[in-house]
């Protein structure tokens, strides 16, 4: 396995309960090292860009409203296979659906105050990692 990037948000439900640290401890715990961290208030502007995708969706802007709500935390992590890493120590989407020990089963208020976001594929994480840090704020 090659070592790789991926990209993650600790969520504004994870962050208003002062989270961050217990949730990359997990990260890190599975193999993960951030090589890029900061805490940020996505604009509405941001949280609708990075969301696009989802535009057309019914929860888009519930998704939005949510994203906007609190401060996040936006990281680029590094290590073997990292989106299979992050994606297995994240858990399933559904926290009721989660293996115990993850980060959604552990943390998550709900299926959207899930606590975490990850990549899903190291082409999306890379347009991911790009669109919230400069190549010098990524130190390996």
């Known amino acids: 396995m090659a070592v790789t990037r991926t990209f993650s948000i ?3 439900d994870a962050t208003r309960r002062n989270l961050t640290g217990a ?3 997990m990260l890190e715990e599975a193999g993960l090292r951030v090589v ?3 805490r940020i208030q996505m604009t509405q502007e941001q949280a609708e860009g990075f969301y696009a995708v989802h535009k057309e969706r019914p ?6 409203s949510f994203m906007i709500s609190g401060p996040v935390v936006v990281q680029v992590l590094e290590g073997e296979d990292a989106v299979k890493a992050n994606r297995d120590v994240m858990g399933a989407t ?3 659906d ?3 020990g993850t980060i959604r089963k552990t943390f998550a208020e709900s299926i959207e105050a899930n606590s975490a976001h990850g990549s899903d594929s190291e082409e999306n994480a890379a347009i991911e990692i790009a ?3 400069k190549p010098e704020e990524i130190v390996g």
């Open 59 to 64: 929860f888009f802007n519930d998704l939005v």
């Open 23 to 25: 949730i990359t401890k």
């Open 94 to 96: 559904n926290p009721a």
């Open 36 to 38: 890029a961290s900061k």
């Open 10 to 12: 600790i969520k504004p």
């Open 131 to 133: 669109y919230f840090f």
């Open 98 to 100: 989660a293996a115990e």
